[in-house]
């Protein structure tokens, strides 16, 4: 006859059942390798089990109800066949529980059981808590236990809370944020000014063939005939990733049918852009992006200037750096001196308009007047003056919107030129009258006199295009007789010089058209370029 040994708990129940239920849930027992926990080792074999495999309310938790934890007890068989003698024992002390490294630790009851500081699972995961008890995969809970799971309490509630107000960013002010981004950006300017100028790798040399183009040679020996508009597209130029921003012809006959562009994406290109429509070679020489490059008069050299404050004298023949230098504003505008050709102008985001010589490196005039951005740089009377567009203008005067500079004495000529309240974004001198011409963001472009005191015509004006604030380009043909700018929409028109008629109008782009040039020496050639990255090449 099986003995039992009840709870000395006052609030637990031990009722006598037959002996058949003990042995079969003894049996159950014996069949399972791994020892259960407590709370389902007493909703197995425990007493107080009902027929239909159930367990009573009291006994489906792991507490009991008064909120108190059930004492521990250990399962001690004498003999692993004798299930009717087995018995519930006090164990008289704790025993130590050492888990070997090599093999899977088994679990016990011991290691079963949740300590006093016991956390939940769920609220392990949001905060980690590393267990005392080792390492292991808890057994799968029985039916009672999936039927009831446990849910965490206060305690990961707390944890949960306490979570997400760690996750809370308090709120910084815009004002504070744009100091702190000022402050990083200048000290990360003066470690690269401490450093000094990035190494650049020298470009490969350009591969160009000696001999003329066999389309430009006729052209050579005979003087400069009417300029033809034109209507077809012959090459479309691919290759730039970001928007061109200046695209110049080589200023000498025998090699103008090579093509300059510069782009947004860091980069200027040099292109056959008669023959083949083909890319001879890219230079990668800047960190941001290059807003101005120029061919030498002499054709064999390219000078660049961008967003890096950076200005480059690149020879295309050896791919070697004859310059570098470097601005303290960021480079918009650049222009050989007509004369010569060892000094250069630039200008950018500042109030200042310097002059470089290529021989010495260094600034050798400087121009200042109270404007916050150059646009563009004009060469006037064979280099003993130069106009300046500026981003000056206001809504009671239109002064210092184009100034008039004497190159050698740095000294301002006139800044009483355009008297309307817009800006010019580009400047083009025509070939062969006294005359240049403005961009305006107006939409029209405007005719000055080239001599003091720069009289605007009033009788002459070119409209029909729009600007919207790009800085759209506008060129003379080589005679004289058209004119030739982008719009902002895209389209490319032509106008009559002398009756400011429009001649044609293009269709070229899908957006803005920001740079217009005809051939120095084909009458019918021109090009065009526009923010979305492509070139075209019309005839």
């Not at 938790?61 to 909120?67: F, H, K, L, N, Q």
């Not at 009717?84 to 008289?92: D, I, K, M, N, T």
Request: include cysteine; charged fraction near 20%.
């Amino acid at each position: 006859m099986a003995s039992l040994v009840a709870y000395g708990d006052s609030d637990s129940e031990a009722d006598s059942e037959p002996v058949g239920s003990v042995n079969a849930a003894a049996h159950l027992k014996d069949t399972c390798d791994a020892v259960k926990p407590r709370g389902q080792d007493i909703a197995s074999g425990a007493p107080g089990m009902m027929e239909g495999g159930t367990l009573p309310a009291k006994y489906g938790s792991r507490e009991d109800p008064a909120g108190q934890r059930l004492p521990r007890v250990r399962l001690w068989r004498s003999d692993p066949g004798s299930c009717p003698s087995q018995r519930l024992q006090w164990p008289g002390t704790e025993p130590d529980v050492t888990l070997p490294t090599c093999e899977t630790p088994r679990p016990s009851l011991w290691t079963s059981h949740a300590p006093a500081g016991h956390v939940p699972l769920a609220a392990a995961r949001f905060k980690q808590v590393q267990l005392s008890w080792g390492t292991y995969d808890p057994p799968e809970p029985s039916f009672c236990a999936q039927a009831k799971p446990e849910t965490p309490g206060k305690n990961g509630s707390s944890l949960q809370k306490k979570r997400r107000e760690d996750c809370v960013v308090p709120y910084i002010p815009k004002r504070l944020r744009q100091l702190q981004a000022f402050g990083t950006d200048a000290g990360r300017r003066k470690d690269s000014g401490a450093q000094g100028p990035p190494a650049v790798r020298a470009p490969a040399p350009l591969c160009v063939a000696p001999t003329v183009s066999e389309f430009i040679q006729p052209y050579l020996d005979t003087q400069y005939k009417e300029t033809k508009i034109s209507r077809k597209v012959l090459f479309y130029l691919r290759g730039h990733r970001g928007p061109v921003t200046s695209i110049q012809w080589c200023p000498v006959p025998s090699k103008s049918h090579l093509f300059l562009s510069a782009s947004m994406d860091k980069t200027f290109k040099v292109w056959n852009a008669v023959d083949s429509g083909s890319c001879l070679q890219t230079y990668t020489l800047h960190s941001e992006a290059v807003r101005a490059a120029r061919w030498s008069p002499c054709g064999q050299r390219v000078l660049s200037g961008g967003f890096d404050c950076a200005l480059r004298l690149t020879d295309l023949e050896t791919g070697t750096q004859l310059f570098s230098g470097q601005s303290n504003f960021r480079v918009t505008t650049l222009k050989f001196h007509p004369k010569d050709h060892s000094l250069f102008v630039c200008g950018g985001f500042s109030s200042e308009i310097k002059a470089w010589d290529i021989r010495t490196g260094k600034v050798v005039r400087s121009y200042k007047a109270t404007i916050q951005q150059t646009l563009d740089i004009l060469f006037l009377q064979e280099g003993s003056e130069f106009l300046s567009s500026t981003d000056a203008s206001s809504r009671d005067s239109a002064d210092r919107t184009i100034i008039a500079w004497d190159f050698r004495s740095s000294a301002k000529i006139s800044n009483q030129i355009f008297h309307e309240r817009y800006t010019c974004p580009s400047l083009a001198l025509h070939p062969r009258e006294p005359v240049f011409l403005a961009q305006t963001n107006g939409n029209y472009l405007a005719l000055f006199s080239a001599v003091w005191p720069y009289r605007m015509s009033r009788r002459r004006r070119y409209e029909g295009h729009k600007v919207e604030g790009y800085a759209v380009g506008c060129e003379c043909s080589p005679d004289g007789d058209l004119l030739v700018t982008g719009s902002a929409d895209g389209r490319v028109l032509l106008y009559c010089f002398r009756t400011a008629s429009r001649a044609r109008t293009l269709h070229g782009h899908a957006q803005a058209c920001v740079g217009t040039t005809f051939h120095p020496v084909l009458p019918s050639v021109l090009a065009t370029c526009s923010w979305e990255g492509d070139i075209k090449i019309w005839h």
